[in-house]
């Protein structure tokens, strides 16, 4: 019986580790016409002072959003500097793209503002035609200057054009404070359509091969993922996207149309994967967002952004998780403390549940003498031994799989959890103690796992077992492996399961503790 549980476990983890590996989709590459890039190269910086706006300052606002209707012709690349509350984004008049987001409430490992950025042979929102990319690097004109958005300060936009060849754009761009969403409009003739591109890479910052990064198209319900290297023809969509994307496992950058759009298309392009939307001729008009995966955040976009937020097959149990960890969070201000308080709270619903396996597990260990007996008795006669095995667990009142039961239960809520605390940026750069000053990377000394180990052997120790010596051997490997595993895992999610086990020693004691006394009775 116990055999049956250490493979269901082990299989289990198993599962978990390697779906993070296998899960992604192997789908398509490219169009041959794509591979223009960027005739020009960028010079100096905009020198043009910022116009500081807030909700007082009403003169500069309007000024700020008053843009000639015909910009100088350009001679030079112009980049202009927009900065609100949470991100400071860098537009250039080289296509009339972005060039970087610095977002300022998420810093790196030297604490700097974490810079989401692209490759300058595609940037994002750059414009292409049917003959690829081409104006991306066509110089437009703009009349906009730095703009500095205080948090109480009214929207303020940012215009460019291009006019040659018969070809016309003017974009508007919208910047509001409090948001990290960015209100485009695209006005065009001369084209009956055009792609805008989301960048190479962008939004990617850190490549992280446990879980996916890459483009996403949230297709009416579905989310379908690209994986680098692995687009070997192009993969097209026609109708029910409802946004584009490019993740990694915390942030990501998107656009989401607000209107018709003709097509969407992941593709390799020149050896790297790439991403595009293709609008009609005319007025349309798109939201583009750069930032955090900040799950609540997004679902106020009201446009399905949150779904960029996966917590795979047991989402519907990682919400409510995820939501009772930011309840108690918000009453600990540490998220160490709430996640022992979540796997305190997750526990209760099974203590019924893990008491009678506890007991059935110590039955087993009583009747194991019987049961040598009818193997040596009938070890010339399998069936015979079966049915009279049957009869004894009958007599006894011995569920054979009882002991399993509880942990194949608790499997689902601790795929969930991992889930959780593996892709919730709330974790990243959260400290709980001591040593531990990031819930989302693995402990740096190694301490926790090595402790949470240690539980194993305890707990493994006190549990009653019917095994015979050669699987009891085999079970005093689980604890090595586990730690093993442990090692490079989210300190957050191992201190999930050492809470885990130090409330599963304390209820083996009790449950030792009254099988001793009933015995005692007897």
């Known amino acids: 019986m116990e055999k049956r549980m250490f493979l269901a476990i082990i299989i289990s983890v198993a599962i978990l580790i390697g779906s993070q590996y296998f899960y992604m989709q192997f789908m398509p590459p490219p169009p041959p016409h ?51 509350d949470l991100y400071t984004v860098v537009l250039t008049s ?16 030297d604490g700097k503002p974490i810079v989401l950025k ?19 690097g066509a110089l437009f004109g703009t009349a906009g200057g730095n703009i500095i958005l205080e948090s109480q300060a009214k929207p303020a936009s940012v215009v460019f054009e291009y006019s040659a060849e018969g070809r016309f754009i003017r974009r508007t761009y919208t910047f509001s404070p409090g948001t990290y969403a960015i209100d485009v409009k695209d006005e065009t003739s001369g084209m009956p359509s055009y792609w805008v591109a989301l960048g190479k890479d962008f939004g990617i910052y850190e490549k992280d091969d446990s879980v996916h990064f890459g483009p996403v198209v949230l ?12 687009v070997k023809e192009p993969k097209i969509y026609n109708a029910g996207v409802k946004w584009l994307a490019q993740e990694d496992k915390y942030f990501f950058a998107s656009i989401i149309p607000k209107g018709a759009l003709q097509e969407t298309k992941i593709w390799d392009r020149q050896n790297d994967i790439a991403a595009a939307i293709k ?9 583009f967002y750069a930032g955090p ?27 409510p998780l995820f939501w009772l960890l930011k309840v108690f969070y918000n009453v600990t201000h540490n998220y160490g403390v709430a996640i022992a308080i979540v796997t305190v709270l997750v526990r209760i619903p099974f203590i019924p549940i893990i008491n009678k396996g506890q007991a059935s597990m110590k039955r087993m260990q009583e009747i194991q003498p019987k049961m040598a007996e009818l193997k040596e008795k009938y070890k010339k006669d399998p069936q ?26 608790q499997i689902p809520v601790f795929f969930a959890l991992y889930k959780v605390l593996l892709l919730a940026i709330e974790l990243r750069n959260a400290p709980f103690a001591l040593w531990i000053t990031d819930l989302a990377t693995k402990d740096p000394y190694y301490v926790l796992p090595i402790i949470m180990g240690a539980t194993m052997v305890i707990q493994q120790k006190m549990t009653p077992s019917a095994m015979d010596p050669m699987q009891q051997k085999m079970m005093m490997l689980m604890p090595v492996v586990f730690t093993f595993m442990f090692l490079t895992f989210p300190s957050g999610l191992v201190l999930y399961w050492l809470v885990n086990n130090v409330l599963s020693i304390i209820q083996q004691y009790f449950a030792n503790k009254k099988a001793e006394a009933t015995a005692a009775a007897a």
Do not use: W
């Open 293 to 319: 995966k900040e799950h609540e955040d997004l679902k106020k976009l009201g446009v399905g952004l949150e779904h960029i937020v996966d917590f795979g097959m047991f989402s519907i149990l990682a919400l």
């Open 94 to 109: 080289q296509g009339a793209s972005i060039k970087s987001v610095g977002l300022k409430r998420y810093k790196d490992k």
């Open 118 to 136: 692209s490759d300058d042979t595609l940037r994002p929102l750059s414009v292409g035609h049917d003959d690829g990319f081409g104006l991306s």
């Open 384 to 409: 015979k031994m079966q049915k009279e095995t049957m009869e004894l667990y009958k007599k006894h009142k011995v569920n054979p799989f009882g002991g399993c039961l509880p942990m194949l239960l």
């Open 279 to 287: 609008f009609g001729s005319g007025s349309n008009n798109y939201m």
């Open 34 to 84: 794509d591979n223009t890039t960027l005739s020009e190269k960028h010079t100096k910086e905009n020198q043009t002072q910022p116009q500081k706006q807030t909700a007082v300052n009403a003169e500069a606002l309007n000024h700020t959003k008053q843009v000639p209707d015909k910009p100088a012709a350009p001679a030079t690349v112009k980049e202009v500097k927009v900065e609100t």
């Open 219 to 230: 297709r009416d319900t579905d989310r379908d993922e690209y994986t680098h290297g692995k």
